[in-house]
């Protein structure tokens, strides 16, 4: 669902409140514009889940972009989508302890939640220790300004643009660079685990 525009002047305009800050508002304002609005969809989506009706995800989602924007004044976060996914998550468990019956779908859901959070078990940090592994392989086999463009976009959270102006390269060459980069990990990660599925 796409909502209105006067809806995302509404998210906008709680970037522009406030007092002395460490951030320019317009910085904030266009951090904010660029990317925190895309990211709305998939945040109500996430939202609907605990909420009691729609309306309720629409207060939860003016309360997440507050808290966004107050973060942000002080300083703008590398990476927006697990800042405002986490803002949410915490503003989540905050209102279910306050709240003074808690249904059992929304325990189940911040235990969802929560489970990033947990320290991983022996067998996860082997798996999640062997996929590095294969993505530095991987990587390593990539043209060098390709393998450049995936690490400060996927990395260092870093936009085309500014890649581009490190680079020295236009926008549209760091979009190929992405596309053709992010085409080849995958087909070494997910190539391989086809390849193993077919074999007796």
Same mark, same amino acid.
């Given at each position: 669902?796409?909502?209105?525009?006067?809806?995302?002047?509404?998210?906008?305009?709680?970037?522009?409140?406030?007092?002395?800050?460490?951030?320019?508002?317009?910085?904030?304002?266009?951090?904010?514009?660029?990317?925190?609005?895309?990211?709305?969809?998939?945040?109500?989506?996430?939202? %609907?889940?605990? =909420?009691?009706?729609?309306?309720?995800?629409?207060?939860? $989602?003016?309360? *997440?972009? &507050? #808290?966004?924007? !107050?973060?942000?004044?002080?300083?703008?976060?590398?990476?927006?989508?697990?800042?405002?996914?986490?803002?949410?998550?915490?503003?989540?468990?905050?209102?279910?302890?306050?709240?003074?019956?808690?249904?059992?779908?929304?325990?189940?859901?911040?235990?969802?939640?929560?489970?990033?959070?947990?320290?991983?078990?022996?067998?996860?940090?082997?798996?999640?220790?062997?996929?590095?592994? %294969?993505?530095? =392989?991987?990587?390593?086999?990539?043209?060098?300004?390709? $393998?450049?463009? *995936?690490? &400060? #976009?996927?990395? !260092?959270?870093?936009?085309?643009?500014?890649?581009?102006?490190?680079?020295?390269?236009?926008?549209?060459?760091?979009?190929?660079?992405?596309?053709?980069?992010?085409?080849?990990?995958?087909?070494?990660?997910?190539?391989?685990?086809?390849?193993?599925?077919?074999?007796?």
């Amino acid at each position: 669902m796409v909502d209105s525009p006067d809806t995302n002047r509404e998210g906008a305009e709680q970037c522009q409140q406030g007092t002395a800050m460490s951030v320019l508002l317009s910085e904030v304002r266009a951090w904010f514009v660029r990317e925190v609005l895309p990211l709305e969809s998939v945040l109500m989506q996430f939202l %609907r889940r605990s =909420a009691r009706d729609y309306a309720d995800a629409e207060d939860l $989602r003016q309360e *997440v972009y &507050m #808290r966004v924007c !107050e973060s942000a004044q002080a300083e703008l976060p590398r990476a927006a989508r697990p800042f405002v996914f986490t803002v949410a998550r915490n503003l989540l468990i905050d209102r279910a302890r306050r709240e003074p019956i808690v249904s059992i779908e929304a325990v189940a859901d911040l235990e969802v939640l929560n489970v990033a959070i947990d320290e991983p078990g022996p067998d996860r940090s082997a798996i999640a220790r062997d996929d590095l592994r %294969r993505l530095q =392989a991987a990587l390593d086999r990539l043209p060098m300004r390709s $393998r450049s463009a *995936v690490v &400060m #976009r996927k990395v !260092e959270g870093l936009s085309r643009h500014e890649i581009a102006q490190r680079l020295g390269i236009t926008e549209k060459t760091v979009e190929r660079h992405l596309t053709l980069a992010l085409r080849a990990l995958a087909d070494v990660f997910y190539g391989e685990a086809s390849n193993d599925r077919r074999r007796p």
